[in-house]
């Protein structure tokens, strides 16, 4: 190998290692990973209170739609349905 060659080489892995730098500074992994574990430690120890709210709604939802479907029912010219089938107003 000639000079010139070893002087390119050498010119080119400084610059991959000047880019490879800026990278990493731009976007540091490291910080990037920690940032994520600390969310992920934050829904981990949340996860029961969000769990009760979930439930809380689908017990509101569910009521909700039980007396929708009784004021559906009652006010129905069927009567003989009382709400075990679905009518056209539902």
Same mark, same amino acid.
Do not use: C
């Given at each position: 190998?000639?000079?010139?060659?070893?002087?390119?080489?050498?010119? &080119?892995?400084?610059?991959? +290692?000047?880019?490879? &730098?800026?990278? +990493?500074? &731009?976007?540091?992994?490291?910080?990037?990973?920690?940032?994520?574990?600390?969310?992920?430690?934050?829904?981990?120890?949340?996860? !029961?209170?969000?769990? !009760?709210?979930?439930?809380? &709604?689908?017990?509101?939802?569910?009521?909700? +739609?039980?007396?929708?479907?009784?004021?559906?029912?009652?006010?129905?010219?069927?009567?003989?349905?009382?709400?075990?089938?679905?009518?056209?107003?539902?």
């Amino acid at each position: 190998m000639n000079a010139e060659a070893l002087e390119l080489y050498f010119r &080119r892995l400084l610059d991959f +290692l000047m880019y490879a &730098r800026n990278y +990493l500074i &731009r976007r540091n992994p490291i910080k990037e990973m920690s940032a994520s574990i600390v969310e992920g430690i934050k829904d981990f120890l949340t996860i !029961k209170k969000k769990l !009760k709210i979930a439930q809380y &709604r689908l017990n509101y939802h569910q009521h909700q +739609l039980q007396k929708m479907e009784q004021l559906i029912a009652e006010n129905s010219d069927h009567h003989f349905l009382k709400g075990s089938n679905i009518d056209q107003k539902r």
